[in-house]
């Protein structure tokens, strides 16, 4: 079974994701609901993923998916840009919040062959803080490319890097006790259930609080 964390506007699948079932693959997000780009004049971004969840707290029992897709937003933008309307924004100290917990909740529900496949848009240095915060992982690839992301803006890296989970022996755990300590370590509250029925409207609706 695979599961998409972030899964967003599930662009990159350009539809190839309609010929799997819910028994092979879960569509899932901290948010759902549809996102107008009326000022950019572009369609609006239709999030509907399976799960409304937050990857700090993944609502699924251990060692179930064989591979996790993970796309986290590009950037610490707001809603004003193009981007942070789209894909959603985290600050830097967000993200690296969100690397922690990823890299313990994804070894928990990941079975022991499992591996990631991870999206990284290069600002801010997140490409290297996602490699250092992975320690529950090997990395086996770092395939990169420079895009121009849109008309007028600054070149960038998008890096797809993949990484296998580690022995059992060698894990970090959601306790705390054998985790490297950070001060973004603590793990923001869970989603309560009435939360996800309210689709966010702007991006501080679903900031860590
Ligand atoms: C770059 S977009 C994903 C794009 C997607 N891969 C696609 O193909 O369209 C990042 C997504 O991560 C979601 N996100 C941000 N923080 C999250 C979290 N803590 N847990 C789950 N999803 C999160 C955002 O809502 C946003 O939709």
Known sequence: MILDACCGPKMMYKGLHRQF???????MDIRKGIFPLDKWNVPPVIVEPDIIA?????????????????????????????????YGGLTPKEYVSLLIWANIEFA?????????????????????RAVHNFSNFKLLMDISYRSQARKNTSETSTHWLVFVKKSADTLSKADGS???KHPDQKR????SRQEPAQPVTSLSDFSYP
């Open 54 to 86: 937050d990857i700090h707290h993944l609502p699924f029992r251990d060692s179930i998916f064989s591979l996790i897709l993970f796309d986290p937003p590009h950037g610490s933008f707001g809603v004003e840009a193009y981007f942070g309307a789209k």
């Open 178 to 180: 054998d985790t490297p």
């Open 188 to 191: 923001p509250r869970q989603l």
């Open 108 to 128: 928990r529900v990941l079975t022991p062959d499992g591996y990631v496949f991870a999206k990284i848009h290069e600002t801010q240095e997140r490409h290297t």
């Open 21 to 27: 079932t819910q028994d092979e693959i879960i569509f």
